[in-house]
């Protein structure tokens, strides 16, 4: 793993047009509003033409190259999150040696503006991140799309300050958009126990990510078992596929997935997420 992008990249160079919309008029209700026509995800989903949304030329008004949004808040929350994190004695701890299923680096805010827009993510929904890490995920969905948060994670350390973190953030996204923040419940605990749990899979909307490329391929296995018993309209994105779906005999070997699952395939763009600065693929089931 590399060392997180750097912050000051020349991608957000504030003119100051622009810099007036992040600090003063630019709308707070974390909605975003207007679409470029030019920004759409190029694919099929499939394989062998995964859906791709390339960086944009030219940055947005709110200073981002990776959105389709003419206003995005990705920039708002990049700040919100390292002056939270900043602020709290307690610091995540990203690796243990001997342990790399416990790495804790994360989707970065331009990837997770893009997550909410694909798994169209709303107030209805209850959002669950499996391994939430510092839970900088959970708060983002919360704040822009209201939905109820519930993030799982095995370090006690990390699920703290996930906790501490959410408590020194809400008051102020509150303050900034006029709304009440939505609950974000963290479990400190195992994964597999939280969805064997049959809450988990009771009725009610549900949109499910995680980050699961250095979890054991025991544990994605019981994930993608117990997913299967979800409620149609449930949508889960992960890394490592939780269906070999690119094999030939994939079908007739698990013949239940394929009619279970509507599964597609994408490339994530190049400085979205914490551990490369590179693209990468992710994957997006839709229970039918
Ligand atoms: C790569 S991090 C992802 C953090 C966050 N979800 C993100 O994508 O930004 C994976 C996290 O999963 C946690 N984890 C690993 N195995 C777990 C388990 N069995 N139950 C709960 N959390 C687990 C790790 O401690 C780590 O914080």
């Not at 893009?114 to 209805?124: A, G, P, S």
């Not at 799982?152 to 953030?169: K, Y």
Request: include cysteine; charged fraction near 25%; hydrophobic fraction near 40%.
């Amino acid at each position: 793993m590399v060392a997180s992008p750097a912050r000051s990249s020349p991608m957000r160079v504030v003119s100051s047009r622009k810099r007036q919309i992040r600090e003063g008029s630019m709308p707070n209700s974390g909605v975003i509003i207007l679409s470029a026509p030019d920004r759409k995800e190029i694919g099929t989903g499939k394989t062998h033409d995964p859906m791709r949304l390339a960086l944009a030329q030219d940055a947005n008004l709110s200073d981002c190259v990776h959105c389709i949004a003419t206003i995005c808040q990705c920039n708002y929350f990049e700040d919100m999150l390292a002056s939270t994190f900043a602020s709290l004695r307690k610091k995540r701890v990203t690796e243990i040696a001997g342990s790399r299923h416990l790495c804790a680096k994360s989707l970065l805010p331009q990837f997770v503006t893009r997550m909410i827009r694909l798994m169209n993510i709303t107030e209805k929904d209850t959002f669950y991140d499996l391994g939430c890490g510092n839970g900088s995920i959970l708060f983002q969905v919360a704040y822009m799309t209201g939905a109820k948060c519930v993030g799982v994670e095995l370090l006690p350390h990390n699920a703290e300050l996930a906790r501490e973190a959410w408590n020194s953030m809400k008051p102020i996204l509150e303050r900034h958009s006029g709304r009440k923040m939505p609950e974000v419940e963290i479990v400190s605990g195992d994964l597999s126990l939280v969805i064997n749990d049959p809450a988990f899979i009771a009725d009610g909307n549900k949109a499910v990510m995680t980050s699961n490329m250095l979890f054991p391929k025991s544990l994605t296995h019981f994930m993608s078992e117990r997913f299967r018993a979800m409620p149609v309209g449930s949508r889960i994105l992960c890394f490592d596929d939780l269906y070999p779906h690119s094999r030939s005999v994939a079908a007739i070997r698990d013949p239940e997935a394929f009619q279970k699952f509507d599964m597609m395939d994408y490339i994530w763009q190049e400085m979205s997420v914490e551990w490369t600065t590179a693209e990468g693929k992710f994957y997006i089931h839709t229970r039918v």
